[in-house]
């Protein structure tokens, strides 16, 4: 359960972050017999293709948006694909520059039992 909640703190404060004023966050779930998604959307600057391949890396920021002025500090995303990972899930993303960016914490049915 722990290792869920701090998934998605810093998955939603990334969103609250990274999305200017007036834009939208979004939350969702879906379920099947495979297991739980636990979807955190935004309409913030998102992430172009280059950079989304190494978001995970422990220390890795994009230049523009992920500076010490704003409070990133290259470490969350890492602690979080290494949580997702220790409870047999894993982190997705979908983003676009510009447009906002999807992560999905996918937890397989026992790990998502367990979180409860």
């Known amino acids: 359960r722990r290792l869920v909640e701090t998934v ?3 998955l939603i ?3 609250i972050r990274y999305t200017p004023a007036g834009g939208t966050i979004e939350l969702s779930t879906a ?22 391949k190494r978001i ?5 920021r994009v230049d ?13 995303l ?13 982190i997705e993303l979908r983003s676009e520059r510009g ?6 914490l996918v937890l397989p049915r026992q790990a998502a039992a367990a979180a409860r």
């Open 31 to 52: 379920v099947d017999q495979r297991g739980i998604a636990i979807a955190v959307k935004d309409t913030g600057i998102g992430i172009s293709p280059e950079h989304s």
């Open 99 to 104: 447009a906002g960016s999807e992560f999905r």
């Open 8 to 10: 998605l703190d810093n």
């Open 78 to 90: 890492a602690i979080s694909q290494r949580a997702a990972r220790a409870i047999g899930g894993r």
């Open 56 to 60: 995970f890396d422990r220390l890795y």
């Open 13 to 15: 404060s990334n969103a």
């Open 64 to 76: 523009e948006a992920r500076d010490r002025a704003s409070g990133g500090s290259g470490l969350g």
